[in-house]
């Protein structure tokens, strides 16, 4: 349990994202979190590289609504006072918090506040060790620097771990994370790190993240995007729709337009999908260009449009509604969105 939301063992997939602010800055990051609650994510992520910000943790936790988890590297005693301002969860990394007992002191207090660790494995921060053993990083050696904190919370019978195996490469994090659910049930946060910018980081994301959820790995995601996070937490919404995992929000469906379009789809798409994208209507919404597939698709609907040679088609719950002229079709979607949501 990370604050209220469950992970593993049937939980549904839960959606994850981190800020991009300072830390200590609290107006600037609790702004970003607030955004990001309002995107639809469910658990937020915050680096803490100092002890400004690790301070800033209870304060941070009394103004938002969904649970905390702090990020922490290198500075295993950042970690502690993480844990004594309230943290929800912690994140470290096997590749650099240090020696065996710094685990295990962390482990200790994080036993006694009833808060779960996330072992981060990532392919660009591997043990110095491992790396010296593999030579490159692999799946095999993720998988062990895994095993090595594991080993150490086990003797400790601290189990309340959370798994994640990630690199840039999406390859490499299938393999990971296929061979780690092989071997393990502790649940798997899913990621490709460092996934870039734009298209290459959504295609990059929804491979290396979607196809392991197809195989029925995973027990919550956060999809990497450079820049500001609040498009990673749309992308994993409509992934996990896509998928069937997770129901509610405004889907939209349009076709990708031919020279038997009947009128501008892809500006009418992009007017829906700007106002009720974030929206948390649980609504289909199908808009097509001409007769071919258009009524099939908007008959199962919730709410349908396609074009005919003069007028545009408006169908309601898989029923014609009305045709109405093509000028009126933005307004009547509309009207219709916001009555039904």
Not at 3 to 8: A, E, H, I, N, T
Not at 93 to 120: C, F, M, S, T, Y
Request: charge should be neutral; charged fraction near 25%.
């Amino acid at each position: 349990s990370v604050g209220g939301v469950k992970l593993g063992a049937g939980a549904p997939v839960s959606v994850q994202s981190m800020t991009n602010t300072q830390t200590s800055d609290l107006d600037a990051t609790l702004t970003q979190i607030r955004r990001l609650e309002s995107a639809g994510c469910e658990i937020v992520r915050v680096a803490i590289p100092d002890e400004a910000s690790a301070e800033s943790i209870g304060e941070i936790k009394k103004r938002i609504s969904i649970p905390l988890v702090g990020d922490i590297h290198f500075n295993y005693k950042l970690a502690l006072l993480s844990i004594k301002n309230g943290v929800d969860k912690l994140r470290i990394n096997p590749g650099n918090i240090g020696a065996e007992w710094k685990v295990r002191e962390i482990a200790e207090a994080a036993a006694d506040k009833g808060i779960p660790l996330r072992i981060g494995v990532n392919a660009g921060s591997l043990p110095a060790r491992l790396i010296e053993k593999y030579s490159h990083p692999c799946a095999e050696a993720m998988v062990e620097a895994a095993e090595w904190e594991i080993e150490i919370l086990d003797k400790l019978n601290f189990k309340d771990i959370v798994v994640s195996l990630k690199a840039s490469q999406v390859p490499l994090t299938l393999n990971a994370n296929r061979l780690f659910a092989g071997k393990y049930d502790y649940p798997l946060h899913l990621g490709v790190t460092e996934a870039g910018f734009g298209y290459s980081a959504v295609v990059k994301s929804a491979l290396g993240i979607g196809v392991l959820l197809e195989q029925g790995i995973g027990d919550t995601i956060r999809v990497s995007i450079t820049g500001d996070p609040v498009p990673e937490v749309r992308v994993a919404r409509y992934l996990l729709s896509s998928l069937g995992l997770k129901k509610g929000g405004f889907n939209l469906i349009a076709c990708p337009t031919c020279a038997r379009m009947e009128f501008p789809v892809a500006e009418i798409a992009e007017q829906l999908e700007s106002r009720f994208g974030d929206s948390h209507c649980s609504l289909t919404v199908a808009v097509m260009g001409c007769v071919v597939n258009g009524p099939g698709e908007a008959r199962e609907a919730d709410i349908g449009i396609t074009g005919s040679a003069n007028q545009a088609l408006l169908f309601v719950k898989g029923k014609l509604l009305k045709s109405l002229p093509k000028s009126q079709i933005l307004d009547e979607m509309e009207k219709l969105i916001k009555e039904l949501s």
